[in-house]
């Protein structure tokens, strides 16, 4: 009896500190979703502007008009996308020379390689936006795209799951004739088909969300912004109209939240899948 108390107890507490960290996490959101959805006076009216009572969707209308949300989403949805199909690709690539090819130097070129994770990227800011101006990049798709289009951590999780594979199955392609490209198209790629979805969809949402680098190579071209960068638009020096930032914020926030509800599990999967063998 003592014992099934004990556990009761251990049990009982687990969930107390799971319900109490949800709160923690959910509540802002829960306020930020609530203001959007107030007209300015009422989203100032604490604590009823926190109730679900009196809501109105001409908050999101008016951050969609003003802000031309629409273009904004167009923009961050061609950048996220290529973003994502170029770092699966080169992490594809490295991955597989890290896991299956020799060549000098091979671990020390791998071991610096890893060492730019712990390189701050903002670090890399200011010399990369000096490339970019360099090459006419500034204020164009290409200095959004290009400078993300390979990724450290990307290379990193591919190749743990490349090592995972066995090592029979490259041997038994290349007595079939079956080349580097073809075995990593046809064999290594599809295998670790769900560590590469969750590598996409982190991309994703990693581009999807970033403000540092847009925010240096776009300087006022409306029509390059990013839905992050658009969002500054929004703000004005009349605090009644706070709530149209929280408006564009929801309509931004929409899109990931749809697909991390969608791929999650994926997500878990895919990053675990390469933990434990390195």
């Known amino acids: 009896m003592a014992a099934d108390t004990v556990r009761g107890a251990r049990k009982a507490g687990r969930y107390t500190l799971l319900v109490v960290l949800a709160f923690i996490v959910v509540f802002p959101i829960y306020a930020v979703v609530m203001q959007a959805f107030k007209t300015g006076p009422g989203s100032l009216d604490h604590p009823r502007s926190l109730l679900p009572v009196d809501?109105?969707?001409?908050?999101?209308?008016?951050?969609?008009?003003?802000?031309?949300?629409?273009?904004?989403?167009?923009?961050?949805m061609f950048v996220s996308l290529m973003v994502t199909v170029g770092v699966v690709i080169t992490s594809l690539l490295a991955a597989y020379a890290f896991a299956f090819l020799q060549f000098p130097f091979k671990g020390p070129m791998f071991i610096a390689f890893l060492a730019t994770m712990l390189v701050p990227a903002e670090v890399t800011v200011v010399i990369n936006e000096r490339t970019a101006d360099s090459l006419g990049w500034?204020?164009?798709?290409?200095?959004?795209?290009?400078?993300?289009?390979?990724?450290?951590?990307?290379?990193?999780?591919?190749?743990?799951?490349?090592?995972?594979?066995?090592?029979?199955?490259?041997?038994a392609a290349a007595l079939d004739g079956v080349g580097h490209l073809r075995f990593l198209w046809e064999v290594a790629a599809p295998l670790s088909r769900p560590t590469l979805g969750a590598l996409g969809l982190f991309t994703f949402?990693?581009?999807?969300?970033?403000?540092?680098?847009?925010?240096?190579?776009?300087?006022?071209?409306?029509?390059?912004?990013?839905?992050q960068i658009g969002l500054e638009h929004l703000k004005n020096n009349d605090i009644s109209k706070i709530n149209l930032v929280t408006g564009?914020?929801?309509?931004?926030?929409?899109?990931?939240?749809?697909?991390?509800?969608?791929?999650?599990?994926?997500?878990?999967?895919?990053?675990?899948?390469?933990?434990?063998?390195?």
């Not at 289009?149 to 990193?156: D, E, K, P, Y």
């Not at 990693?206 to 776009?218: D, E, F, H, K, R």
Request: aromatic share 10%; no cysteine.
């Open 248 to 278: 564009g914020l929801v309509v931004a926030a929409l899109p990931i939240f749809i697909m991390l509800v969608l791929f999650q599990r994926q997500l878990v999967r895919g990053l675990t899948a390469g933990a434990v063998k390195g």
């Open 55 to 76: 809501l109105t969707l001409s908050t999101v209308k008016a951050a969609w008009t003003q802000g031309n949300l629409g273009r904004l989403l167009l923009n961050s």
């Open 205 to 227: 949402l990693g581009t999807w969300n970033a403000y540092l680098w847009p925010s240096q190579v776009i300087r006022g071209d409306r029509a390059h912004e990013t839905i």
């Open 138 to 171: 500034i204020n164009s798709f290409q200095g959004l795209i290009v400078p993300s289009l390979a990724s450290t951590f990307g290379v990193f999780l591919v190749r743990q799951v490349f090592l995972q594979l066995p090592g029979e199955l490259r041997e």
